[in-house]
């Protein structure tokens, strides 16, 4: 991190290679499972319709996943810019862009299996919904809206800072920023 008029997070290369790798990794498995489906004895797990179903969604989110990494890797963009007028995400295939302190009314940490994010809770979460092109981009961002109440979630996974970190960071600004 370094500090000036902002603060840059930038990406960690070894943190994106690893997510990557793990990305194509599920890939290849959805493949398998389309291609040539495991014999399974359980009556519900083994289910040929459900194997593939598995497959397809396998490929279709841990393909969006590998494309988004495999982007951000060329990328010369910083992961999190955080200054005076907000914070820039840059950090995710779903990231938001400048999100305005004015908006962010609050900041939770949510937790899906071990994986932690923050949840910037926005005053006007259907704007930047609307804002957003991209169809699978924006389906998952609203799908982030149904399940926690915000389109916008900022992991620390592929920055180069540690979640701790990055959540105390954010909660000072936030405090120093709308004061």
Do not use: C
């Amino acid at each position: 991190m370094k500090q000036k008029e902002h603060i840059e997070i930038p990406l960690s290369k070894t943190k994106m290679t690893l997510t990557l790798l793990g990305s194509l990794a599920f890939v290849g498995i959805g493949i398998w499972f389309l291609i040539k489906p495991p014999k399974i004895s359980n009556p519900i797990l083994g289910n040929p319709t459900l194997i593939i179903a598995v497959g397809l969604a396998s490929i279709l989110f841990f393909g969006f996943v590998a494309v988004s990494i495999f982007r951000k890797l060329s990328s010369k963009n910083v992961g999190l810019i955080i200054s005076r007028q907000g914070v820039t995400d840059n950090s995710s295939g779903v990231s938001a862009g400048l999100i305005p302190w004015t908006d962010i009314q609050e900041i939770n940490v949510s937790q899906v299996m071990s994986q932690k994010f923050l949840l910037l809770i926005v005053r006007n979460p259907q704007e930047y919904l609307d804002n957003v092109r991209n169809p699978i981009k924006r389906t998952a961002m609203k799908a982030n809206y149904k399940m926690y109440g915000s389109p916008i979630s900022i992991s620390a996974k592929v920055l180069d800072t540690d979640f701790d970190r990055l959540h105390q960071l954010m909660v000072e600004k936030l405090k120093e920023y709308k004061a």
